[in-house]
Nanobody, 119 residues
């Protein structure tokens, strides 16, 4: 059974930093592109970042480019998201998800971790 468990969320002031982790099991982590997606209060899912299985290429949404860094540790089957210079609009539930989602529903995502950016 595929399992993804996000952690590391919390309350942080604007301009602050957080590092999220996603521990995975039950599938071949090293052979999957991995993503972070988020959901702001009252809004739909938004793709945030991706790291490829081959080459470790990274891609970011324009809204987080230059502030967030996605990385992976294939030996630990773990995905990370380092978030710097956080803004209030970064508030939401952050999920990790494998592969790609044509319709943006990301059905195989984890349960998520809450990030709240507020003064």
């Amino acid at each position: 059974e595929m399992q993804l468990v996000e952690s590391g969320g919390g309350l942080v002031q604007p301009g602050g930093s957080l590092k999220l982790s996603c521990a995975t099991s039950g599938f071949s982590f090293r052979h999957n592109d991995m993503n972070w997606v988020r959901q702001a209060p009252g809004k739909g899912l938004e793709w945030v970042a991706r790291i490829t299985s081959v080459g470790g290429w990274t891609f970011y949404a324009d809204s987080v480019k230059g502030r967030f860094t996605i990385s992976r540790d294939n030996a630990k089957n773990t995905l990370y998201l380092e978030m710097n210079n956080l803004k209030t609009e970064d508030t939401g539930v952050y999920y990790c998800a494998p592969g790609h989602s044509q319709d943006g529903s990301w059905p195989n995502r984890g349960r998520g971790t809450q990030v709240t950016v507020s003064s």
